[in-house]
Each structure stands twice: as structure tokens, then as C-alpha cells.
């Protein structure tokens, strides 16, 4: 079902909005470590995760930051202004209890959010295995490269679709 259908939300339900977030190191996509991430570039990943977002009727809007702080913003601002978030947070998903607590505050909310890693997280040195970050969110996808990003969105768009079916219940 389309996150955006008359009997999902309502008839006249805007579309579902989700926060593509990328955390450090993201930006050099296509540059660093080719045998592990590919070729493909953030801007290329955006573009992507965009357009499957217009195809399923909802609307993608993306940010990348290496500072903490800024993730922590941005998962803030997502508040009132978005339905979901698609989150790669690079390393601070190992380590980064702050951004678990501001995942966990806005997912605490109704604000669904997938975790999406490009490598397999598990099958990479041992300090990977461990996600701080993953227990707060209501999924996590890794190890399928960029088209991670297109299982993550049409979880949280599913979810979001959940969401606004059982509000529309009440």
C-alpha cells in the first residue's frame, strides 16, 4: 500500500516526508575505499534515494554532516517536518550514545527510522559489529550497497503508511 493512498491516510494526506542523513566520512562516497563502499557518489545516492521517493509518492530530503552535533540537529528538526528517517550514520553508529538518545527521542514520537550501513557491518573488524545506534531505530539494512538505501526507505515509508492507517483508526 502506498504510504500516501486515501485509505492509508486519509483523503487528503500530504505526502510522507523522510530525512536521507548521512554521517561522517559519507561525503567522500565514490573517493574513499572503493573495494568497500563502490563508486557510486553521495550526490548519487541522494538522486537515487529521491526519485524512488517521488515513485512511491513521498518526498526525500537529504543531509550529510561530519560534526555530531549538526546529526544531532538535524534528527531534532526532523520534529514536525518529517514522517521518517533513513540513517547511515558511518562510525558513530558504534560509539555515539548521543545521537542514540536523539534517535531515540524523535522514533519515541512516531518518527520511524532504518539504519542503512552500504558494507556488511558484520563481516568488517570487530568494533563494527556492535550498533549503539540500531537498538533505537525500528530496523537496520546492511551489507547490500546503495540499494540498502531503497530497502530502508520503503521500510520507513511502510511504517509510516502503519502509522498513519492506525491513527486514522482511532
Known amino acids: 500500500m502506498n504510504a500516501n493512498s486515501p485509505s492509508a491516510a486519509g483523503p487528503a494526506a500530504a505526502p510522507p516526508r523522510v530525512l536521507l542523513l548521512h ?9 574513499r575505499d572503493r573495494d568497500t563502499y563502490g563508486s557510486t557518489t553521495l550526490k548519487d545516492v541522494e538522486e537515487r534515494t529521491a526519485a524512488l521517493g517521488r515513485e512511491l509518492g513521498a518526498e526525500v530530503r537529504c543531509a550529510q554532516s561530519n560534526s555530531e552535533g549538526a546529526l544531532i540537529d538535524l534528527i531534532h528538526a526532523t520534529r514536525g517536518s518529517d514522517d521518517g528517517i533513513v540513517f547511515n550514520p558511518g562510525a558513530y553508529a558504534h560509539y555515539s550514545y548521543a545521537l542514540r538518545d536523539a534517535l531515540e527521542a524523535v522514533t519515541g514520537l512516531g518518527i520511524p527510522c532504518v539504519e542503512v550501513h552500504i558494507s556488511n557491518v558484520h563481516a568488517r573488524e570487530a568494533f563494527r559489529h556492535t550498533s549503539v545506534t540500531a537498538p533505537v531505530c ?8 546503495i540499494f540498502g538505501y531503497d530497502l530502508a526507505l520503503r521500510s520507513v515509508l511502510h511504517r509510516i503508511a502503519e502509522w ?3 491513527r486514522a483508526a482511532r
Open 164 to 166: 498513519r492507517e492506525a
Open 138 to 145: 525500528q530496523g537496520m539494512v546492511s551489507g547490500h550497497g
Open 23 to 31: 554521517g561522517p566520512n559519507l561525503n567522500l562516497l565514490g573517493e
